[in-house]
């Protein structure tokens, strides 16, 4: 068996904007039509951590875009702690 932990360092380092190019490279790849069924597996598995990777992203900026606070006419007047669990 191979050992995957390299993989997810590399991929917890992405950024989203990185993340969502890789993501786009795979589809762009899987998509052509051009990779053999090995290489089409491990695409689609390398793009499902990526989608994955790239929901956790948006999940963590959502939370910390509901913590702004709003003044009464609804511009932003400040922030308060996230929660972290």
């Known amino acids: 068996m191979s050992d995957n932990s390299g993989k997810n360092d590399d991929l917890n380092a ?3 904007e990185q993340a969502m190019a890789a993501l786009e490279e795979v589809v762009g790849r899987l998509e052509s039509g051009n990779a053999s069924l090995e290489q089409s597996i ?3 598995t390398k793009g499902t951590a990526l989608k994955a990777h790239c929901e956790a992203k948006l999940k963590d900026a ?3 875009i509901e913590k702004i606070t709003l003044d ?7 922030t308060t702690p996230l929660d972290v669990e």
């Open 62 to 64: 959502q939370a910390k």
């Open 14 to 16: 992405m950024s989203f």
């Open 72 to 78: 009464a006419s609804g511009n932003a007047a400040g």
């Open 42 to 44: 491990e695409l689609y």
